[in-house]
């Protein structure tokens, strides 16, 4: 029996149900909730750096939003308070549209 020791989606023991299979789950306490959200989404991160397709990139950026949702809920917030605080850094210091790479700047 394969081990993961993973967070997972909430549907995935049904699919595993459904497909014959047994396994095990137990639920996180928050601290680990938290910790392994994390090590989810810096997973979910590399598998968006090795993407080589664009559905795929688009399919790892779509876990890794699901994966913001739910860290924004632990902080007690709503993705909209995530989205103005976006629009804020907007403004003060612009987005990343213009391409621009610094190489340098003058002591």
């Not at 549907?11 to 996180?28: H, Q």
């Amino acid at each position: 029996m394969p081990i993961y020791n993973k967070l997972v989606r909430d549907k995935i023991p049904e699919i595993i149900g459904d497909s014959g299979r047994a396994y095990n789950i137990r639920t996180l306490i928050e601290a680990e909730y938290v910790k392994e959200l994390k090590l989810k989404l810096g997973e979910e991160v590399e598998e968006y750096l090795r993407a080589t397709q664009d559905r795929q990139s688009l399919e790892e950026l779509a876990d890794i939003i699901e994966i913001i949702h739910s860290l924004v809920k632990v902080h007690g917030e709503t993705i909209f308070q995530v989205e103005e605080i976006r629009k804020e850094k907007v403004m003060e210091r612009g987005g990343f549209s213009d391409w621009i790479f610094l190489v340098d700047v003058e002591d």
